[in-house]
């Protein structure tokens, strides 16, 4: 039993020695606050992500780490050391994620540097502004490497100069990204004299030049005292697929914009290329549409948590000059319902029980196809959208999970199956039609629809144009509905629920007895699942989607759900490698690092293993089969 309690029974029959005991302890707790207050800022002692938490500005000198058969060993050490860090940069493979797909030749030297010597020249007519915002960014990434309590060591060894060369081709004024648009980049790294070094990187596109500042990112890091980075690298990279996004979905729980910016730092991290922003859902409708107010009045969890117009402009703004654009999903004509109860007949089955029979959970709700009123609200919101995200040549219309039997019991009918699914497709004609009018008279390159009844073949090529829409397959890998869309010659981005889905796995909200998905989708199965392997046409794939659909995700689990698997899917849709035991284990070894930069960048990522693994890593690894090598 401690002071507290064998005090208390004292304090009780008023024992004058325990009081004089009590008195002593409250004066040297308040000494101790004041002296605390006057030496050290207290927000010192405020939990904080980012470079405070993992990165201690600390010299461990009791170990070092020596490179032994592709692996840092951690040693004793006795005399000069080498950082866990430094040792990683040039033993086995360099931890580059996502791996180059081409030309990769690092130097293993590397020279200490201070952030003051660097500086920017840009060879660009039109983007200056935007690579010296990327560059901004390129930047802050690096001070971030730095812990906060450790000032920078200066020494004789350090670069006086380190010039970085952004040149790039295009000639686009506004540049957008694009479904074509070259995202390649060349790196070259290389001494300009004594104590300068110069970075170059020419891309045909500003998204190129991104990718390659953030390539360039990869080769510094924090060495105990100082940065350093490699003093040579020659790379020539581009990715696989021209689609690489996360999805994720602000209706089942709203998302701050510091969430979804803290989401777009991530993204570009890995290069990754898209967010789909699932905005609204039958839960909630929280897009606040300038000129339909009623929308978030009745849509919104409260008047605070809104996305105005000017919200969704600055995402725009922050993920293009972090190589990312916003794909906004106003999902209809089901998963809508709260928000549009306001209009005359707007909605059917709004808030509907018992919901198992009129949508998949609750609360119920779809858009009445018979209302006229219904596409003028459409074609504004479509306007809106349009013009804030600046929307070139992809746009998602949604188009998941119609239940028919609401429509069914609702519409004017009686209706027979084949007159619904003509109702359905009639209703996405004239989306069709508003999206064309939002967008000046042409459609988007992509108007995304999910996989659906609507899309099983015998409907698809009674009702959908393949020149117009790109279907998004969420189905089971096993199914056949991406195979059969591609022989159809629809183009697909592929969100395998069983491989791709981040929610799986969390148990049923809704209470029933398992869960929609499950398990949970460990970075290894998100990583080595690899469809296009038999699936044809190649040129058809435009790319892929991780969702984190978010009944059970707000601003609190964000990162973790997301981090690091997120980053394990952007290899795979970046690099694409060869799936064997070997690479796994590199992988699982580049993945540890890359989740540290994202937890620098002030990413919540979730841990991957415990931290004595970082630190001998070839202990924790499974051995490799070499029984019949
Ligand atoms: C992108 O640009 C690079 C560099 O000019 C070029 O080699 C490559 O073929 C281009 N890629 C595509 C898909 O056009
Ligand atoms: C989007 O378009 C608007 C208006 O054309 C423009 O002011 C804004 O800078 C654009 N944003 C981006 C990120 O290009
Ligand atoms: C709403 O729809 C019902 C049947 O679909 C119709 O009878 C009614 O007149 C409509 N009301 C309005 C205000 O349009």
Known sequence: ?????????????????????????????????????????????????????????????????????????????????????????????????????????????????????????????????????????????????????????????????????????????????????????????????????????????????RHGLETLTQLVWWDDTSLRVLTRAHIIDAPRFAHRGVLLDTARNFLPIRSLRAAVDGLAACKLNTLHWHLSDSQSFPFDAQRLPNMARYGAYSSALVYSARDVAELVEYATVRGVRVVVELDAPAHAGNGWQWGPNLSVCVNQQPWSMFCGEPPCGQLNPDSEELYVVLGELYRDLVALTNVTDVFHVGGDEL???????????????????????????????????????????????????????????????????????????????????????????LSHLDAWYLDCGFGDWHGGETGACSPVASWQTIYQHRPWTELVPRNLILGGEACLWGEMVDENSLDAKMWPRAAAFSERMWTDPAIDDATLRDAQVRLAVQRERLVARGIAADAMWPQWCDQNPDKCLEPLDTSHA
Not at 60 to 85: F, I, K, M, P, Y
Not at 421 to 448: D, H, I
Request: contains cysteine; positive net charge.
């Open 403 to 493: 239940n028919l039997q609401c429509w069914a019991r609702e519409l004017r009918g009686p209706l027979t199956h084949e007159e619904l699914l003509a109702k359905w497709a009639k209703f996405q004609k004239r989306v069709l039609q508003l999206l064309a009018g939002a967008m000046g008279g042409t459609l988007p390159r992509a108007v995304v629809l999910w996989s659906s009844q609507m899309t099983r073949p015998h409907y698809a090529r009674m009702y959908l144009d393949p020149r117009v829409y790109v279907i998004q397959t969420w189905g089971a890998s096993a199914w056949r509905e991406a195979p059969a869309l591609l022989q159809a010659g629809f183009r697909v981005i």
């Open 1 to 209: 039993m401690g002071f507290g309690s064998s005090c208390f029974q004292m304090f009780v029959s008023a024992s004058a020695g325990c009081l004089r005991k009590l008195l002593v302890a409250l004066t040297l707790l308040t000494a101790g606050l004041i002296a605390i207050l006057y030496y050290g800022r207290l927000e010192d002692l405020q939990p904080s992500f980012g470079s405070n938490t993992l990165r201690h500005c600390a010299v461990d000198n009791l170990w070092t780490w020596e490179c032994e058969g592709q692996h840092c060993v951690r040693r004793e050490s006795r005399g000069a050391r080498t950082s866990l860090a430094t040792c990683r940069m040039k033993c086995g493979s360099v931890p580059l994620w996502p791996q180059p797909t081409g030309v990769t030749d690092l130097a293993s030297q590397s020279i200490p540097f201070r952030l003051k010597v660097l500086r920017l020249e840009v060879r660009s007519s039109y983007i200056r502004r935007l690579l010296q915002d990327a560059f901004d960014v390129f930047r802050s990434n690096l001070e971030n490497l730095v812990p906060s309590s450790c000032p920078e060591e200066a020494s004789k060894e350090h670069l006086h100069d380190f010039l970085v060369t952004l040149e790039v081709r295009s000639e686009d004024r506004q540049p957008l990204l694009k479904l074509a648009t070259n995202e390649s980049y060349q790196l070259l790294l290389q001494s300009a004299g004594a104590a300068k070094l110069r970075a170059e990187i020419r891309a045909q596109s500003f998204f190129g030049a």
